[in-house]
């Protein structure tokens, strides 16, 4: 997936470790497995309207431009990802 690719190669870039314990190819598991409470993922906002509309998935906005800071909610999720 590209964007797997390049959120890897930015957290890789910023000194971030992640352990990934389960990876999916499919959007659709993604969002099952985080709106059980099982884990994080980022995606797009426009495939998880649906999730976010019915109150299954909070969103969380990951904005970054270089050379900007990240936002404290993106700080608090890149912080959580690598103490896991």
């Known amino acids: 997936m590209p ?8 957290l890789r870039e910023q000194g ?3 352990q990934v314990t389960v990876h999916f190819d499919n959007l659709q598991m993604m969002k099952e497995v985080v709106a059980h409470g099982a884990g994080v993922s980022i995606m797009p906002a426009r495939v998880m ?3 976010i509309a ?7 906005r990951i904005v970054h431009r270089k050379r900007k ?13 690598s103490r896991e």
């Open 54 to 60: 019915q109150g299954r998935l909070l969103p969380v």
């Open 16 to 18: 971030v470790t992640v």
């Open 3 to 10: 964007i797997r690719r390049d959120v890897d190669r930015f």
């Open 69 to 81: 800071r990240f936002n404290r909610a993106a700080e608090a999720l890149v912080g959580a990802a």
């Open 49 to 51: 309207r649906k999730e």
